[in-house]
């Protein structure tokens, strides 16, 4: 049980560091948007994929953990209490910093996603000032385009 436990532990720890470094990523896409710097913000979003491919192995790890404890379908806040005592108090730690660096991660996520927002509707309302089309939805959200080539890229055979 102590090696479980030791193993679990050790889970906790690795799934806060990875959030912390969802944070740092979070806070390096808001500069690389404040200063427009596309390139890096595209590179920054595929880092964060790549962290989330990370995340489904942690859960995998996670769930595998906590059917060998036997507390499968527990939430992690719930996790302490089914803990022997004497580990309960590591256990409570590790999980307030997880859930601590989790609740910085979506504070500093929150607020670069609302920047980026911002000039997504101001990029939306200057195409539209220029004479380009109206922002609708996204794609794959509107309606399906027109089937065919536009209109100015039609021949007319007969000539």
Do not use: C, H
Request: glycine content about 6%; overall charge negative; hydrophobic content about 35%.
């Amino acid at each position: 049980m102590e090696e479980l436990i030791q193993s679990y532990l050790s889970f906790l720890a690795s799934m806060s560091r990875s959030v912390e470094e969802l944070g740092a990523l979070a806070d390096r896409q808001l500069e690389a948007a404040k200063t427009d710097d596309l390139q890096t913000l595209n590179e920054l979003m595929n880092q964060e994929q790549a962290l989330a491919l990370t995340f489904r192995g942690l859960e995998q790890t996670r769930d595998r953990l906590l059917s060998q404890l036997g507390m499968e379908g527990l939430s992690l806040s719930q996790t302490p209490s089914r803990i022997p005592a004497q580990w309960r108090k590591p256990v409570e730690e590790a999980v307030a910093v997880l859930q601590g660096s989790y609740q910085t991660y979506r504070q500093k996520s929150k607020k670069a996603r609302a920047f980026l927002e911002q000039n997504m509707r101001e990029v939306d309302a200057m195409v539209a000032q220029m004479g380009g089309p109206p922002p609708e939805m996204g794609p794959g959200y509107g309606k399906p385009a027109q089937s065919g080539p536009p209109p100015s890229m039609k021949t007319d055979f007969r000539a």
